[in-house]
């Protein structure tokens, strides 16, 4: 009995000796863009101190809300440290369609200079590796996403989901590799918005970019919140959702470790 005791101790001792599980860490950061404070989110695994991707996190019109701020702790919880954009200043969101529209309207003006910014805070940031960077972004962000790609900011890869789709100007200045998801049914997004930005990727044989469309998911299809919002052509489509994060998650670990973060996903 006494040895029994003496094994379950030292099983005891050796659990408590454990390195504790490693948790997603988050906080805020200020920067600035042009005199205005700007608030981005955070967020990284706090398992140890080796350098990794970073991935900018670039949210719907509505600003930095809850949405991007979990796209960028699950991003953090599959090895990358993914910061979220504030795109309109003093971390301000909100929920009404037409306050959203003012916004995003007013920050078109300066959208590549809004993306460099915070991917800027991204490279900065304690255990990035500034030479793998990526960024995603959801409707306005995937727009944002895209002309950062377009701008020949330093970023491998970018991902467009349910985004508006201009066209580059031209693609000699695209050096990222470009994933565009997209809604087959989004009434926000012409057919021929999507053949224009195909023939202008296509255009340049060396570029990589991939295009995927999902049946019957209209704009915003991955987030579950989008249904609230009570516009038409506006929906949650879970299946499309799934599909679409898993297929975010296989490019950026191809393009930016190669298949390493985010790989068990």
């Known amino acids: 009995m006494r040895?029994?005791?003496?094994?379950?101790?030292?099983?005891?001792?050796?659990l408590l000796a454990l390195p504790a599980a490693a948790a997603v860490q988050t906080k805020s950061v200020e920067y600035d863009v042009g005199g205005t404070t700007h608030v981005g989110y955070l967020a990284y695994d706090d398992s140890d101190d080796t350098a990794r991707p970073g991935v900018l996190v670039i949210p719907e019109w509505w600003g930095l809300n809850d949405y991007a701020k979990q796209r960028a702790r699950e991003l953090a919880a599959a090895g990358y440290v993914a910061f979220a954009a504030d795109m309109y200043g003093d971390g301000k969101t909100t929920e009404s369609p037409q306050e959203a529209k003012s916004w995003s309207t007013a920050a078109?003006?300066?959208?590549?200079?809004?993306?460099?910014?915070?991917?800027?805070q991204l490279a900065d940031a304690p255990r990035v590796d500034d030479a793998h960077l990526g960024a995603i972004g959801f409707c306005f962000g995937g727009t944002s996403a895209l002309e950062l790609a377009y701008s020949g900011a330093p970023v491998d890869a970018v991902v467009s989901l349910h985004g508006h789709l201009p066209p580059p100007a031209t693609s000699d200045d695209v050096n990222a590799s470009i994933l565009v998801l997209h809604?087959?049914?989004?009434?926000?997004?012409?057919m021929e918005d999507?053949?224009?930005?195909?023939?202008?990727?296509?255009?340049?044989?060396?570029?990589?970019?991939?295009?995927?469309?999902?049946?019957?998911?209209?704009?915003?299809f991955t987030n579950p919140a989008a249904d609230?919002?009570?516009?038409?052509?506006?929906?949650?489509?879970e299946a499309a959702a799934q599909r679409a994060w898993a297929h975010t998650q296989t490019f950026l670990?191809?393009?930016?470790?190669?298949?390493?973060?985010?790989?068990?996903?």
């Not at 040895?3 to 050796?14: D, E, S, T, V, Y």
């Not at 078109?108 to 800027?120: E, I, P, T, Y």
């Not at 809604?183 to 012409?190: E, S």
């Open 183 to 190: 809604g087959a049914a989004d009434p926000m997004v012409k």
């Open 228 to 237: 609230d919002y009570g516009i038409d052509g506006v929906s949650y489509n």
């Open 194 to 220: 999507v053949t224009t930005l195909a023939k202008a990727l296509d255009a340049r044989d060396d570029l990589d970019w991939h295009l995927t469309m999902y049946g019957d998911a209209e704009h915003a």
């Open 253 to 265: 670990a191809d393009k930016l470790a190669g298949g390493e973060a985010g790989a068990d996903d």
């Open 3 to 14: 040895l029994m005791k003496n094994q379950i101790a030292g099983l005891m001792l050796g």
């Open 108 to 120: 078109k003006a300066n959208l590549r200079g809004l993306g460099q910014a915070a991917l800027s």
